[in-house]
């Protein structure tokens, strides 16, 4: 490409070389920066995408190359299979209580230890290390510790002397366990973002309102908070893009059960697309968790924008 | 051999000759140790005792064959099943894999990726073998594998606990016979079975093998091809409304939906149940994973078939696995040949010596040395038909929906009609 405008530089007059040659300086860098950005985005992204949804609308089983073109058939089995309708509903459980517990606890827990003292660095890496932890090792310790048998669990209500209770196997506990997990593994990044944000509010400010006679609590009320509005939007942003994703805790936990009940739509993906070889099938799940997240990113910007302007 | 080179220039085995070629000739002196071929074998995890029969069979093969290799590599049951698809596409694909036969290897066989083995079975390699067992894998008149042993499903049972409950193990016939043992088990204060309700499979055992008995294999065949209603006709219903009864006995262990199959089989092994739905190949692995790794000690030990059920159609027949290995399709012609060295007459009879597994290999049955692999050798001569697991015969996606509603069965999450509503709607989307 460079090589083609060169020529046309040369019968410019000098005063056009010159204003050429500070836009084309601008230009040979977009020339020289963007490619590597733009291949890498299409083959990591675009394409994947494309290929998404091209298989979408074919029955396919993963071997070879799709050819039995079934239309929006795999759409429609999926808006008409309970247990996508469960998966869905587990998912915005899932956004729901990141918003309202995992974040809240995070914030409260933030103005707790923000300030560089020695107790609170410890207090700070005790509760960023659930963080740590991968998620598969995570679920695994946390399917232990729910185990009826020689679980914590069970310890406690042999302790009250009561019958174990299989929490993992109970249709009606195993996913709010799941979401105790969850909100436990992440609050402590949560958290973190806070007290980064907390940290850069100048002091002057709180000493001013303190001057002014507010208590703790009206400091962080009226002068903290929001002045970390910003890494607040941020932080439900991941919290939100989080809970769509969720996958790799669940899967050692109840591998989606018992009888699919503790399906997110990731798991729901993987479970019936590709364990099952419904190569199609998954791609249709894949564009409709696309869509969703999409939409919901959108959604959460226009809001979040709307806010910080008003 | 040679002659390779010229007819298929390009290709992945002419560049291996030829490297072999240069390393041959720059070489001479430190050849004696470097093998020209290696012949990848992927296997689903097993026990130790046989992963060391398998490294007997290949040391012995090399010492035969000192320009060829022989890698067993292992990956456990349900990674395998899934990886396998992705292995097969992509350029580390196995030359030998492990292989259930069934619609998984139909797919597999319609993409592809398996070599045909029709000819080279025909010079007396399929001989060797029941024609069941061959029949297993094959698929419209062409051999895609061959076959390593047979499994059967059937009740593992503790004698020491059904004694005290006052079960006669050996007379129970009937599925009634079954469950007035439970009954008389809960009574005593004794779990009557474990079940690994978490993997999904081992509760389609008593769902698949109640199907068996009152659709029978050919019944099953016919459900594929629709007639009588396909798979929600009268059998499979009956098989849902057969399973949901006998769980109202309450016969599993507490919170069996949580429990995975390793670990029902562990708590077998160590006495915490009287009875084990599950197939033969249980019998090693259920010792060593119980605490003491001594298990359930032989002398209590039984296998019995499972139960008769009135009216039929499948009373003669036996449910459980027919196993083996497949070729993909360019393999080298010495992964072929490692396969047939592995499943010959000799190593058969091997492993049935050293109660592995019941091989498959006409004879081999003389030199099974307990009594439970004997057991399974009788119910496999005697059966009528032998019906591959339900969960493989019908392919991976109507599979998984066989091992959901056993388990959605089992906790009376939907009834027996909706389970077979379900499975007929999975057939017709495979």
Redesign the interface.
């Given at each position: 490409m460079t090589t083609m405008t060169r020529p046309a530089v040369h019968k410019r007059s000098n005063a056009d070389r010159l204003r050429q040659g500070l836009a084309s300086g601008k230009f040979t860098a977009v020339l020289i920066l963007l490619p590597p950005a733009l291949i890498l985005f299409s083959l990591f992204v675009i394409l994947p995408l494309a290929d998404a949804a091209y298989y979408s609308v074919f029955?396919w089983?993963?071997?070879?190359t799709p050819s039995n073109f079934v239309g929006t058939q795999n759409y429609t089995?999926l808006l008409d299979h309970s247990v996508f309708h469960t998966a869905l509903w587990n998912t915005a459980k899932l956004i729901l209580v990141s918003l309202i517990i995992q974040m809240p606890l995070a914030l409260g827990l933030a103005l707790l230890v923000y300030r560089k003292t020695p107790t609170n660095t410890l207090f700070r890496l005790v509760f960023f290390l659930p963080y740590i932890l991968a998620e598969v090792a995570a679920g695994l310790i946390w399917s232990f510790v729910f185990?009826?048998?020689y679980g914590i669990t069970a310890f406690m209500f042999q302790a009250l002397g009561q019958?174990?209770v299989?929490v993992?196997?109970d249709?009606q506990w195993a996913f709010p366990a799941i979401m105790t997990v969850i909100v436990w593994k992440y609050f402590g990044f949560h958290m973190m973002i806070y007290i980064a944000a907390l940290q850069s509010v100048p002091k002057d400010l709180i000493e001013a309102a303190k001057l002014e006679g507010a208590k703790p609590r009206q400091v962080a009320l009226f002068v903290q908070i929001p002045l970390i509005k910003h890494a607040i939007v941020v932080s439900g942003f991941f919290a939100i893009i989080g809970s769509l994703q969720i996958f790799d805790i669940i899967i050692p936990m109840?591998?989606g059960?018992?009888?699919?009940s503790t399906h997110t739509i990731v798991t729901y993906l993987y479970?019936f697309g590709?364990?099952?070889?419904?190569i199609g099938f998954g791609s249709a799940a894949a564009v409709v968790l696309f869509v969703l997240a999409i939409g919901i990113a959108l959604f959460y910007q226009r809001a979040t924008a709307k806010e910080e302007r008003a | 051999m040679h002659t390779y080179q010229y007819q298929l220039p390009g290709s992945l085995r002419a560049k291996r000759w030829l490297a072999a070629a240069v390393a041959f000739s720059t070489g001479l002196a430190a050849c004696a140790a470097a093998a020209d071929t290696t012949v990848r074998v992927l296997r689903v995890e097993i026990s130790d005792v046989e992963k060391q029969y398998y490294d007997d069979v290949v040391a012995e093969y090399e010492a035969q064959n000192p320009d060829v290799e022989v890698v067993f590599e292992y990956i456990a049951n349900e990674a395998y099943k899934t990886r396998l698809p992705t292995l097969l596409q992509s350029d580390q694909r196995p030359d030998i894999f492990y292989s259930w036969g069934g619609e998984g290897l139909r797919d597999q066989v319609e993409a592809g990726f398996v070599r045909d083995l029709t000819e080279a079975m025909q010079d007396g390699w399929q001989d060797l073998y029941p024609e069941s067992a061959v029949r297993a894998f094959t698929l419209d008149d062409r051999v895609y594998g061959a076959p390593l042993y047979a499994t059967v499903v059937g009740f593992w049972a503790n004698t020491a606990l059904t004694e005290q409950a006052g079960v006669d193990i050996e007379a129970i016939e009937t599925w009634e016979d079954l469950e007035q043992a439970v009954v008389a088990l809960r009574e005593s204060g004794i779990t009557p079975a474990v079940v690994g309700g978490k993997d999904g499979w081992p509760m389609h055992f008593y769902w698949g093998y109640l199907a068996t008995r009152l659709a029978g294999g050919e019944g099953i065949e016919a459900a594929k091809q629709g007639d009588n209603g396909g798979f929600e006709g009268e059998p499979f219903v009956q098989a849902g409304e057969l399973l949901q009864a006998f769980v109202e006995l309450d016969p599993f262990q507490s919170g069996f939906m949580s429990t995975s199959y390793e670990r029902a089989s562990a708590m077998f092994g160590d006495g915490e149940a009287a009875l084990h739905l599950m197939g033969d190949w249980d019998y090693i692995p259920s010792k060593e994973r119980s605490a003491t790794g001594e298990g359930v000690p032989d002398e209590d030990l039984e296998f019995i078939r499972f139960p008769r059920v009135e009216g039929g159609e499948g009373n003669d027949d036996s449910f459980g696995g027919m196993n083996g290995f497949a070729v993909t399709r360019d393999a080298s012609d010495e992964a072929v040949d490692f396969l047939r060295f592995l499943l010959n007459e000799e190593n058969q009879r091997e492993a049935a010596r050293l109660g592995i597994f019941v091989p498959v290999a006409n004879g081999s049955e003389e030199e099974l040395d307990t009594p439970y692999a004997r057991k399974v050798a009788e119910i496999l001569s005697e059966s009528n038909f032998h019906q591959v697991f339900l969960d493989q015969a019908l392919g991976t996606s109507v599979g998984a929906t066989v091992n959901d509603i056993s388990g959605d069965l089992a906790q009376g999450e939907i009834t027996p009609e909706e389970a077979a509503a379900q499975v007929e709607e999975a057939w017709m989307f495979r």
């Amino acid at each position: 490409m460079t090589t083609m405008t060169r020529p046309a530089v040369h019968k410019r007059s000098n005063a056009d070389r010159l204003r050429q040659g500070l836009a084309s300086g601008k230009f040979t860098a977009v020339l020289i920066l963007l490619p590597p950005a733009l291949i890498l985005f299409s083959l990591f992204v675009i394409l994947p995408l494309a290929d998404a949804a091209y298989y979408s609308v074919f029955s396919w089983n993963g071997y070879g190359t799709p050819s039995n073109f079934v239309g929006t058939q795999n759409y429609t089995r999926l808006l008409d299979h309970s247990v996508f309708h469960t998966a869905l509903w587990n998912t915005a459980k899932l956004i729901l209580v990141s918003l309202i517990i995992q974040m809240p606890l995070a914030l409260g827990l933030a103005l707790l230890v923000y300030r560089k003292t020695p107790t609170n660095t410890l207090f700070r890496l005790v509760f960023f290390l659930p963080y740590i932890l991968a998620e598969v090792a995570a679920g695994l310790i946390w399917s232990f510790v729910f185990d009826g048998d020689y679980g914590i669990t069970a310890f406690m209500f042999q302790a009250l002397g009561q019958e174990s209770v299989y929490v993992l196997a109970d249709r009606q506990w195993a996913f709010p366990a799941i979401m105790t997990v969850i909100v436990w593994k992440y609050f402590g990044f949560h958290m973190m973002i806070y007290i980064a944000a907390l940290q850069s509010v100048p002091k002057d400010l709180i000493e001013a309102a303190k001057l002014e006679g507010a208590k703790p609590r009206q400091v962080a009320l009226f002068v903290q908070i929001p002045l970390i509005k910003h890494a607040i939007v941020v932080s439900g942003f991941f919290a939100i893009i989080g809970s769509l994703q969720i996958f790799d805790i669940i899967i050692p936990m109840t591998n989606g059960g018992p009888s699919n009940s503790t399906h997110t739509i990731v798991t729901y993906l993987y479970t019936f697309g590709l364990s099952r070889l419904n190569i199609g099938f998954g791609s249709a799940a894949a564009v409709v968790l696309f869509v969703l997240a999409i939409g919901i990113a959108l959604f959460y910007q226009r809001a979040t924008a709307k806010e910080e302007r008003a | 051999m040679h002659t390779y080179q010229y007819q298929l220039p390009g290709s992945l085995r002419a560049k291996r000759w030829l490297a072999a070629a240069v390393a041959f000739s720059t070489g001479l002196a430190a050849c004696a140790a470097a093998a020209d071929t290696t012949v990848r074998v992927l296997r689903v995890e097993i026990s130790d005792v046989e992963k060391q029969y398998y490294d007997d069979v290949v040391a012995e093969y090399e010492a035969q064959n000192p320009d060829v290799e022989v890698v067993f590599e292992y990956i456990a049951n349900e990674a395998y099943k899934t990886r396998l698809p992705t292995l097969l596409q992509s350029d580390q694909r196995p030359d030998i894999f492990y292989s259930w036969g069934g619609e998984g290897l139909r797919d597999q066989v319609e993409a592809g990726f398996v070599r045909d083995l029709t000819e080279a079975m025909q010079d007396g390699w399929q001989d060797l073998y029941p024609e069941s067992a061959v029949r297993a894998f094959t698929l419209d008149d062409r051999v895609y594998g061959a076959p390593l042993y047979a499994t059967v499903v059937g009740f593992w049972a503790n004698t020491a606990l059904t004694e005290q409950a006052g079960v006669d193990i050996e007379a129970i016939e009937t599925w009634e016979d079954l469950e007035q043992a439970v009954v008389a088990l809960r009574e005593s204060g004794i779990t009557p079975a474990v079940v690994g309700g978490k993997d999904g499979w081992p509760m389609h055992f008593y769902w698949g093998y109640l199907a068996t008995r009152l659709a029978g294999g050919e019944g099953i065949e016919a459900a594929k091809q629709g007639d009588n209603g396909g798979f929600e006709g009268e059998p499979f219903v009956q098989a849902g409304e057969l399973l949901q009864a006998f769980v109202e006995l309450d016969p599993f262990q507490s919170g069996f939906m949580s429990t995975s199959y390793e670990r029902a089989s562990a708590m077998f092994g160590d006495g915490e149940a009287a009875l084990h739905l599950m197939g033969d190949w249980d019998y090693i692995p259920s010792k060593e994973r119980s605490a003491t790794g001594e298990g359930v000690p032989d002398e209590d030990l039984e296998f019995i078939r499972f139960p008769r059920v009135e009216g039929g159609e499948g009373n003669d027949d036996s449910f459980g696995g027919m196993n083996g290995f497949a070729v993909t399709r360019d393999a080298s012609d010495e992964a072929v040949d490692f396969l047939r060295f592995l499943l010959n007459e000799e190593n058969q009879r091997e492993a049935a010596r050293l109660g592995i597994f019941v091989p498959v290999a006409n004879g081999s049955e003389e030199e099974l040395d307990t009594p439970y692999a004997r057991k399974v050798a009788e119910i496999l001569s005697e059966s009528n038909f032998h019906q591959v697991f339900l969960d493989q015969a019908l392919g991976t996606s109507v599979g998984a929906t066989v091992n959901d509603i056993s388990g959605d069965l089992a906790q009376g999450e939907i009834t027996p009609e909706e389970a077979a509503a379900q499975v007929e709607e999975a057939w017709m989307f495979r």
